[in-house]
């Protein structure tokens, strides 16, 4: 991974705005750190209270209800949150954490014995998928289900419609053996949990769930491959963090930053808006871009480079304010035991092909992570 290109920066530094296109909509990208983060706390002003439409490009083909808590407002957002916020923080609990770096582990030993490994869909998806399963507390059979459905729940493979109906037809099986032979699991967690005194609905108990499994999805699977690209064409970095463990936690970080595998979110315009001198008609969306927020040099010394011991780095690729994301625990988690596990095991990281994934709008292109990611490790010298 070398840090890519910056689409917006040009904008960004002449109006702090980018006026991109989705799906036949003109939608306007606020762009400034500052800009960013005032307009993620403005929810009257920026709602998600808009069913579909805060991912962009929007999702009604790919399912039939309201992710929740994400395509929510306060103060429903904050009750909604709490149900499943429990499960989420089960990434800070040690047992949780041995069971990650033990994971990293096997698969680093596996990586090892080989004399290469594709690393987005052989490490970096089981990776993800296993990990997930610790997370919600359930069998780590279901993995197997899981990977099947590739990097993306709703885009990768068969088409969109196809795949997303699949997910909805497991999680509706999932909720009803929850709801039959309750246990300690979240599928259980769902249907015991209340919302203003009521049982949750099927339609939120599926709100949830559809968001746990499409909303950190490819990210994390994009950042694991990053975090492999990077080490395998930077080798002094891997010596770097080696020589003091304490950098990890700030290379985690830097790499969230400059990766960004979020590039923005849609917000809703309640009534007309004028957006840094765009207007947004009643019911219109703007977006708030994470990625280039990331770059701000007014925020970011030299913001093209990666410091691996940047501090301060006050990133939002987790986003910022009330919808700051839930699986933000778990994706440092599995990050910070990679890198941990690579510096303990890895020697060398050698990239024998390299197949950058681009993210490619009617008005701007960006890599982010890779389509394929092939490379040899080699052992630690003792």
Same mark, same amino acid.
């Given at each position: 991974? !070398? ?8 904008? @960004? @530094?002449?109006? /702090? ?6 799906? /036949?909509? *003109? ?30 490009? #929007? ?6 209800? @309201? ?5 929510? !407002? ?35 030993? !596996? ?30 059979? *279901? ?72 909303? /950190? ?16 064409? @930077? ?20 790499? $969230?930053?400059?990766?960004?595998? $979020? ?7 309640? +009534? ?7 207007? +947004? ?55 910070? #035991? ?45």
């Amino acid at each position: 991974m !070398d840090p890519s290109p910056d689409p917006f920066q040009k904008a @960004r @530094r002449e109006s /702090g705005l980018f006026v991109g296109e989705f799906q /036949g909509e *003109e939608v306007p990208m606020i762009l400034r750190h500052e800009d960013v983060r005032r307009a993620a706390k403005d929810w009257k002003t920026f709602s998600s209270n808009a069913p579909f439409r805060v991912p962009i490009p #929007s999702e009604e083909a790919y399912r039939t209800m @309201r992710q929740i808590p994400v395509e929510t !407002d306060p103060p429903e957002h904050t009750e909604y949150r709490a149900i499943v916020e429990p499960f989420f923080q089960r990434s800070k609990d040690p047992a949780m954490v041995a069971r990650v770096d033990s994971l990293v582990a096997e698969l680093l030993s !596996d990586a090892l014995d080989r004399p290469s490994i594709e690393i987005v869909r052989e490490f970096a998806l089981p990776f993800q998928s296993r990990a997930l399963t610790y997370l919600l507390n359930v069998p780590e059979s *279901e993995a197997q289900t899981w990977i099947g459905w590739g990097t993306h729940v709703f885009k990768d493979g068969a088409s969109g419609e196809r795949k997303g109906a699949a997910l909805e037809t497991y999680l509706h099986g999932q909720l009803d053996r929850a709801q039959k032979n309750p246990g300690d699991d979240f599928f259980s967690a769902l249907c015991q949990a209340t919302f203003k005194g009521r049982p949750l609905t099927r339609d939120e108990q599926m709100g949830f769930a559809n968001l746990t499994f499409a909303g /950190g999805r490819d990210t994390v699977i994009h950042m694991v491959s990053s975090v492999f690209g990077y080490l395998g064409k @930077r080798t002094e970095a891997l010596e770097f963090l080696r020589a003091d463990p304490k950098r990890i936690v700030l290379a985690v970080e830097e790499f $969230l930053r400059v990766v960004s595998p $979020l590039t923005h979110i849609g917000r809703v315009c309640p +009534v007309s808006t004028d957006v840094q001198g765009h207007e +947004v008609p009643p019911n219109g969306r703007a977006s708030l871009c994470w990625a280039s927020a990331n770059r701000d040099e007014a925020t970011f010394e030299a913001p093209e480079e990666v410091r691996l011991d940047r501090k301060p780095n006050p990133h939002m690729a987790f986003g910022s304010g009330a919808h700051f994301c839930l699986g933000a625990a778990h994706a440092r988690l599995l990050l910070r #035991s990679l890198i941990q596990g690579c510096t303990d095991r890895v020697g060398r990281i050698e990239v024998q092909q390299a197949v950058d994934r681009v993210e490619e709008e009617s008005r701007y292109r960006r890599v982010v992570g890779y389509e394929s990611l092939v490379v040899r490790l080699g052992r630690v010298e003792r």
